[in-house]
């Protein structure tokens, strides 16, 4: 059991350019999850997948913001015309299942945008 | 509006010395946990507690889940530096729905 994996750890970009983080969950773990984490914060959740369903979104994935789970395994994250406010660490999570309480975070994906 | 608060936000304290940190809600929680963040990475989890009035202990760590299941306290014996970082407190409402976390305890223990 490798964990959490996410890719790549650390993103610097400008503003108006799109950057795409990719995750990969534990192996058989059905469930997906994004945060974002901004300093001194906890993290504030983005969305979830069950398998390759989006089931839901949080008010902070604007419209420049889509997350994907084709095939149930890995996920990807992609912020488009980014602004100095996306800046911030990314994290992944999974889970068993839907009825699983914990959840397993990966090392993050930290993103500066200038 | 935080759904978790988180007490203190930061603790400074000698190796050592005996610490208790808490998460409170107005909220019941189907379930909750703790998480441990260090600078730079993810949270890495401790505990998870469902049980009102539930006790857990992990070595030196010994965690408390209310009664009513809306706060929980996270007790540190005889600190150490290794205990240094970033206390996060999650919970989920029901079963099966997102988590939401507390802003956390940053703690540094001094050796």
């Known amino acids: 059991d490798t964990g959490v994996s996410q890719d790549p750890r650390h993103k610097i970009t400008k503003r108006g350019q799109n950057v795409t983080f990719r995750c990969d969950p534990i192996?058989?773990?059905?469930?997906l999850y994004w945060y974002r984490q901004t300093l001194g914060q906890g993290p504030e959740f983005l969305t979830y997948?069950?398998?390759?369903?989006?089931?839901?979104k949080s008010r902070l994935l604007s419209d420049r913001f889509s997350a994907e789970r084709p095939k149930g395994s890995f996920s990807t994250l992609e912020i488009q015309r980014t602004e100095q406010g996306d800046s911030a660490m990314y994290l992944c999570?999974?889970?068993?299942?839907?009825?699983?309480?914990?959840?397993?975070f990966g090392p993050g994906t930290r993103l500066t945008v200038l | 509006t935080q759904l978790l608060e988180q007490s203190p936000q930061f603790l400074s304290i000698q190796e050592g010395e005996n610490l208790t940190v808490y998460c409170n809600s107005s909220s019941v929680f189907s379930s909750l946990q703790w998480y441990r963040q260090e600078p730079g990475e993810g949270p890495v989890l401790l505990v998870t507690v469902v049980t009102g009035g539930e006790v857990k202990k992990l070595k030196r760590l010994t965690f408390q889940f209310g009664d009513a299941r809306k706060d929980s306290s996270l007790h540190i014996t005889a600190a150490q530096p290794g205990d240094t970082g970033l206390y996060l407190c999650a919970g989920a409402v029901n079963y099966g729905q997102n988590f939401v976390f507390g802003p956390g305890t940053r703690l540094s223990v001094l050796p």
């Open positions: 192996s058989e773990h059905n469930r």
């Open positions: 999570a999974s889970s068993l299942d839907s009825g699983s309480v914990e959840q397993f």
């Open positions: 997948f069950q398998n390759e369903a989006q089931l839901e």
